[in-house]
């Protein structure tokens, strides 16, 4: 068996799974199995403060009456959670969490993945997913408006046409503008995306509008 061409075959992918598990798995948890795991309140950071403070401002009464002022801890309490709320609504069934060194993967979603960046509690279960209907989401934090996550959970459709993402306006007290206290959370949540990165995008933009705005 083992002289023919699927035995060959079959041995040559027992070596490539063994390979793929050594330096995918063992390999990283060698690496950091000293590195502690963060809490939600140490992975807040100020970027995504600024986020959470935009979003207190462009909704106002709701966001008083969900989570009350914009601190660090209301922030973390937010993310935990947005992360129930990403979950139990399905979330990780079409978008993945994961970049991936294939595929051109870094061309579409932005840089590859890296096993730091899931060592803290909003990171169990990871949601490295298998679908891709939608795209993966490790980096879309800061790449849009809250205003404009709102709409399209409220409805999808008015601000992608061929999105086949389902509605959430339970997540609303009646208009994409009325977000509760979990539409508020996942927006948190998606906004966290990639926060700890340099390379955070919207963050820079806003900034320099509230600049702009205090003189």
């Not at 061409?5 to 079959?10: E, Q, S």
């Not at 899931?118 to 993966?136: A, H, I, K």
């Not at 996942?186 to 955070?200: A, K």
Request: charged residues 25%; negative net charge.
């Amino acid at each position: 068996m083992f002289e023919s061409k699927a035995g060959i075959l079959f041995i040559a992918g027992i070596g490539f799974f063994a390979f793929a598990f050594l330096s995918n798995a063992v390999v990283p948890m060698v690496m950091y199995k000293d590195l502690p795991e963060q809490t939600a309140e140490q992975v807040v950071n100020d970027k995504l403060m600024y986020q959470f403070d935009e979003l207190s401002r462009r909704y106002p009464g709701a966001f008083r009456e969900h989570i009350g002022e914009p601190t660090v801890e209301n922030c973390a309490d937010a993310l935990r959670l947005g992360k129930q709320v990403y979950v139990g609504e399905g979330c990780w069934h079409c978008h993945s969490q994961f970049v991936r060194p294939v595929s051109n993967d870094s061309k579409r979603f932005g840089q590859v993945s890296e096993t730091w960046e899931y060592q803290n509690e909003l990171q169990r279960p990871v949601m490295f997913g298998t679908r891709r209907v939608g795209p993966d989401l490790s980096r879309e934090g800061g790449r849009r408006g809250s205003d404009w996550h709102a709409v399209h959970f409220f409805k999808p459709k008015m601000v992608s046409p061929d999105s086949p993402m389902p509605e959430y306006p339970w997540l609303f007290d009646g208009a994409p503008d009325q977000p509760n206290g979990r539409g508020l959370a996942l927006i948190t949540y998606v906004q966290w995306l990639g926060s700890w990165l340099d390379t955070y995008p919207y963050y820079e933009e806003l900034d320099a509008e509230k600049m702009e705005e205090s003189f």
